[in-house]
């Protein structure tokens, strides 16, 4: 057994096979480089009626509880909506163990890129209807969810690296003591876990490129982009040429190329644009970065 996991919870058949063919590929490359373990959980660790009632999102604040997960010094919990470039170096060496590692995600890729890809964002929902709650600053952020935090950060909870035994209580309790809101634009646990978090005291902050928010790099940097193609587009892409899925596939091969962990987030499904097996030869010697 290696000292490190890397964490994740994939649950229902559908996404268990997107997992596999679009993410598992590039994990097992990380972690055979850093000598990590990788742990795939397939079934609910709560299955109470009030868990039923709430995302399964909610599902990791619970992960330190299991046996084959509280035996690591270190676990690193990653969404299974992450592309992992697998010459990416190692998030456990960026995180003391009595740290909580995780991305600032008000700061992603920096403050200032990611209030300008925020408000480009609601822009285009107010345009299209989409509902949403108006949050433009960290405080903002928890504040709508009741809660009065006077920090400058947002915890991303869709990476996280932590100590089973010395923080798990802060998860436990962020499992206990909230409830979900119901729509996804509540975002689920992130909210109260990123409040409990920075309340602690524990955190530590990460490289934005160790969780890239896919949506909002490409509000950044592709504005213009508004394809959001399908399997069956991206196989059509590949036989007729479609020149917009075809240019998409480019921008997201340079945003995995730019970063560590690319997370598409929102069930944004582009990750299917970016071969499975990209990188996956790369020499042991290649310094990542």
Known sequence: MNKNA?????????????????????WQGYCSRH?????????????????????????????????????YKQIAWVDSDVRIRPNSPNIFAEVPIEKIGAVDGYATPTKEDHDMALKRMYRLWDKEGVPYVNNLTPKEYHAQFGLDAPYDGVVQTGVIVFSP???GVIFQNTYDCYEDKGESFWNFEMRPLSYEILKSGAFHWLSPKFNMIWPLYERIFY????IAPSRW????ARICGDPKVMMKGEYLECAFLNNYFLHFAGEDRSYMLIPPDMLLDFPETEEAG
């Not at 504005?223 to 508004?226: A, H």
């Open 35 to 71: 000598g990590l373990d990788l742990i795939i959980i397939e079934q609910a660790i709560d299955d109470s009626l009030r868990a039923k009632n709430r995302s399964i999102a909610w599902q990791k604040c619970l992960i330190h509880k299991l046996p084959e997960v509280a035996k």
């Open 223 to 226: 504005p213009f982009n508004k």
């Open 233 to 236: 587009q991206r196989v059509t």
């Open 165 to 167: 035994q010395q923080h």
């Open 6 to 26: 890397i964490v994740t919870l994939v649950i229902g058949r559908r996404y268990a096979e997107m997992f596999k063919e679009w993410c598992l590929p590039g």
